[in-house]
């Protein structure tokens, strides 16, 4: 069953998710060759907890940290610990937050120092990608029209769509139904109405889409060890279309 939220609930989620928009501004000119996964989270974790809310992650099946921190080959649920970020990397930080009843969930990747020329479209495809999904996020539209948005740039941009995760509703709980595939036919899927929340996660690697567990039991990597990037916003559908909660 999908939860439907009301404008207010709607309210309380934006301002959820707009402490994580606000996060990743202020930890994004930090992203720099030399710091440390575990310093990041640790201010992630200050930040939030400045703005009244808690992290979402910790504790969340005994996840030990407020970020995940995947780099390069790692595609999501990476854990923040002593690895030094290098100019080259790219690190996709994925951050929850639970204020007033209900949780926010978002995630970017963003370059350390200089990167590839072919690491920086893989960014840019997959952040295309989330957008191309978002804009399917319209009452009357079906769930797979989000799916198979996100699945058709990131392979029009020779790129391959993770399988093994999805995004998810989101409301009183992290994840709540449905689950929402980042690959799909158009047409597919419950029929979308206003009032739906849903994080819509795209995880795009550049090589196969087939993923590995590390022995930590988080750890995602890329099963060819090519890089992977992962953009994520939560989003409202509204009758006049989606509305980005994670947003400024
Ligand atoms: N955005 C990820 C998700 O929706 C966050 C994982 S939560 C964790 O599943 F706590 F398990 F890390
Ligand atoms: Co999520």
Redesign the pocket.
């Known amino acids: 069953m999908i939860i439907l939220k009301n404008e207010y609930e709607i309210a309380i989620m934006r301002e959820a998710n707009r402490i994580l928009a606000h996060l990743f501004e202020h930890i994004e000119p930090m992203v720099q060759p030399g710091i440390t996964t575990i310093e990041l989270d640790r201010e992630a974790e200050l930040f939030i907890r400045s703005r009244g809310a808690r992290p979402a992650f910790k504790g969340y099946r005994d996840y030990p940290a407020t970020l995940c921190t995947s780099v390069n080959e790692e595609v999501v649920h990476g854990i923040p610990g002593p690895r030094v970020l290098e100019s080259g990397d790219i690190v996709s930080i ?1 951050v ?1 937050a639970l204020l007033d009843g209900f949780y926010s ?1 978002a ?1 970017r990747s963003f370059p350390v120092g200089v990167i590839s020329p072919s690491a920086r479209r893989l960014l840019e495809v997959t952040r295309d990608s989330l957008e191309a999904g978002i804009a399917q996020a319209v009452p009357g539209n079906h769930l797979y029209d989000i799916s198979a948005a996100v699945q058709k740039v990131a392979e029009s941009g020779g790129f391959s769509v993770v399988r093994d995760f999805v ?2 509703g ?1 409301g009183r709980s ?2 709540e139904a449905p689950q929402i595939p980042n690959f799909g036919r158009r047409g597919k899927g419950p029929v979308l109405q206003e009032g739906m929340t849903l ?1 819509i ?1 795209p995880m795009v690697n550049m090589g196969t889409h087939k993923v590995l567990i590390k022995s930590d039991g988080w750890t995602a990597v890329t099963e060819d060890s090519s890089l992977s990037a992962h953009f ?1 916003n939560s989003i409202a559908i509204t009758k006049d279309g989606p509305l980005v909660l994670s947003a400024p």
């Open positions: 994925d929850g969930d995630a995004g998810h989101i992290l994840h994080a996660e994520e």
